[in-house]
């Protein structure tokens, strides 16, 4: 039920069938999925220092391996300096819990690709709601859940489906005796405007760290990569073409739109050489190969684990469950920054516009810039003033993507989603480069152009011709 999952608890732990467990460090005990890949954090000595979940490549290329080694020790005078510079900058999808005599603290990868979510009455914490509770679920009178179910819109907020679970905020920490929230970046000098930025050298940038990120991870895992027909899968796979024949690449259909990505992604896939798997999920319902329990089945599983998030359609539950067997799926989502997709056509800043991006559910539209207004602003009061030019590419980051990516991918139970873009050098480099400049389609052509990317017609360009749409429909006859 709960793959890829775990709990981390100074209480008794669950028991689920196959999980690992850790010895306990100073009372906290951890318990997981064997899918999840779990590593001891030691000092230079040697000494346990607590978990690190997850995949992910650090600064210089190299793959985290069988354990991190943090080259300081506990007594030291800069420790927590020392653990962040080593932790901050990795790329990939991950968090470290640190259990220490000098403090306990939870680090996670920029937009919480992999989730917490916290329980403080129960000092429990974990990936989804139902990992951090002892007890049966009690109704969230700010975010109904059934409400969610029925309606859609997002979790927000750190709101979850419980009212005693809050999520964990990205690029802060989580301190794990008091449960508070401190922000670690980006620091107060960190400035993200800048004058005339360099769009085709900033392109090769971007481009070579998704190499590494990407070489890291298909060398060391079996990887498939889903292809589509916009910008940001082009982007990713062409920067990962030295390294593209070790990979899988993948097209779904779950509806009209998304056939005419198969067809995009298959002229993609020929220009590189590669097979494509295209899987068909419109066809294996209306072919009835996928019987009704089984869709049911996969809807259940995925609201529970999940949290209560609103399912997928019935042809993306059977999609996701019929992607290419791998260790990972490599995912260029957070790539949507380089379009600014947050960003309203004007490039100011409006409360009314940065609530409604967040598309939280639960109550009606019209009431979410009052109810929940506040509380954005409170939020908005932790980013250091220099970073405040780019607070809708901070919310996106910090409460978008959370309830959405991370909140919801892990309800898809088979394979680990990898964003190689999760990187905050990345981030910080994308979000340079001027709103404006970005909405107007500039970032995405330099990308193109630094990654070799070929004149391949976009879906938005299909759906306008009757000639090329005839020819996407024939490759589902």
């Known amino acids: 039920m709960f793959s890829r999952q775990y709990c981390m608890s100074k209480a008794s732990l669950p028991h689920v069938e ?84 000098k403090g306990k603290r939870a680090y996670f990868d920029p937009v919480m690709d992999l989730p917490l979510v916290f329980n403080a009455r129960e000092e429990m ?22 409400l969610i179910m029925k309606d859609g819109g997002n979790y927000g907020m750190q709101q979850t489906c419980d009212p005693d679970v809050l999520r964990g905020l990205s690029n802060h920490y989580l301190d794990l005796e008091s449960f508070a929230l401190h922000r670690h970046w980006p620091s107060s000098d960190e400035a993200f405007e800048s004058g005339a930025v360099d769009l085709n050298e900033t392109a090769k940038q971007i481009v070579a760290r998704l190499a590494q990120v990407t070489g890291a991870l298909i060398k060391n895992y079996s990887c498939a990569m889903p292809l589509s027909g916009g910008n940001d899968s082009r982007t990713l796979v062409f920067s990962a073409k030295e390294n593209i024949n070790l990979a899988q690449l993948f097209s779904h259909k779950t509806n009209m739109i998304t056939g005419l990505d198969c067809y995009v992604a298959k002229l993609l896939a020929d220009e590189l050489g590669q097979d494509l798997q295209i899987i068909d999920a419109v066809g294996h319902l209306k072919t ?68 409604s991006k967040l598309a939280i559910g639960g109550r009606p539209p019209v009431e979410n810039l009052s109810y929940w207004g506040a509380e954005y602003q409170n939020w908005l009061g932790t980013l250091p003033p220099l970073a405040r030019a780019r607070t809708y590419d901070f919310a996106f980051i910090e409460h978008l993507l959370p309830n959405t990516l991370g909140g919801r991918l892990i309800g898809c139970s088979k394979a680990t989603y990898v964003n190689p873009f999760n990187d905050r050098n990345l981030i910080k480099t994308c979000m340079m480069v001027d709103p404006k400049r970005r909405r107007s389609g500039e970032l995405n052509k330099a990308l193109h152009a630094a990654g070799g990317v070929p004149a391949v017609p976009f879906t938005s360009k299909i759906k306008r011709s009757t000639e090329l749409k005839k020819k996407a429909r024939e490759l589902f006859e």
């Not at 354990?67 to 080593?86: C, M, Q, R, S, Y």
């Not at 949290?307 to 791998?326: F, M």
Request: a positive charge; one cysteine or more.
């Open 288 to 355: 009835g190969s996928v019987q009704r329990k089984d869709i049911r089945k996969l809807r259940r599983d995925f609201c529970r684990r999940t949290g209560y998030q609103k399912a997928l359609s019935n042809a993306e539950l059977v999609a996701a469950d019929r992607i290419p067997d791998a260790d990972l799926v490599l995912r260029g989502n957070i790539l949507d920054m380089a379009r600014a997709n947050q960003w309203p056509r004007n490039v100011k800043f409006s409360i009314g516009h940065a609530i």
């Open 18 to 101: 196959n999980w690992k467990r850790s010895e306990k460090l100073l009372g906290w005990g951890i318990t997981h999925c064997p899918k999840l890949e779990c590593r001891t954090i030691t000092d230079t000595f040697g000494k346990p220092l607590g978990w690190f979940l997850g995949t992910a490549v650090d600064q210089s290329g190299a793959l985290i391996g069988n354990k991190l080694e943090l080259p300081t020790e506990v007594g030291a005078n800069d420790f927590w300096e020392i653990v962040e510079e080593e932790i901050t900058f990795l790329a990939g999808r991950y968090i470290a819990f640190l259990i220490t005599e």
């Open 125 to 146: 914490v974990g990936t989804s709601p139902l990992m951090a509770l002892t007890r049966e679920l009690r109704t969230n009178d700010r975010i109904d859940h059934k």
